[in-house]
């Protein structure tokens, strides 16, 4: 059974730092792409950052050089590195294996001071 459990998801200032973990199970997770999505309040899902099978990222424009997506195959995790987080950054975040329908159940990330 495949499952995608998401943690890391915090309250914190503007300017600070947060890691998100997509911790994934029941699949072979070294052949699988990766993706972490977000939906802010009253606003659609929208894709944030991806990570291939190769190693090879993508990165949504407004998170380019603030964010970074990495993987462990050993630990089957995804990871999210959130530097110089702004209040527009508030959302719950998901992970989503490869362009398949399953997600994670989110985690929270709220950017206030």
């Known amino acids: 059974q495949v499952q995608l459990v998401e943690s890391g998801g915090a309250l914190v200032q503007p300017g600070g730092s947060l890691r998100l973990a997509c911790a994934a199970s029941g699949i072979v997770f070294s052949v699988w792409d990766m993706g972490w999505y977000r939906r802010a309040p009253g606003k659609e899902r929208e894709f944030v950052a991806s990570i291939f099978n190769t190693g090879i990222t993508r990165y949504a424009d407004s998170v380019k050089g603030r964010f970074t997506i990495s993987r462990d195959n050993a630990e089957s995790t995804v990871y999210l590195q959130m530097n110089s987080l702004k209040p527009e950054d508030t959302a719950v975040y998901y992970c989503?294996?490869?362009?398949?329908?399953?997600w994670g159940q989110g985690t929270q990330v709220t950017v206030s001071s």
């Open positions: 989503q294996l490869g362009v398949t329908d399953y």
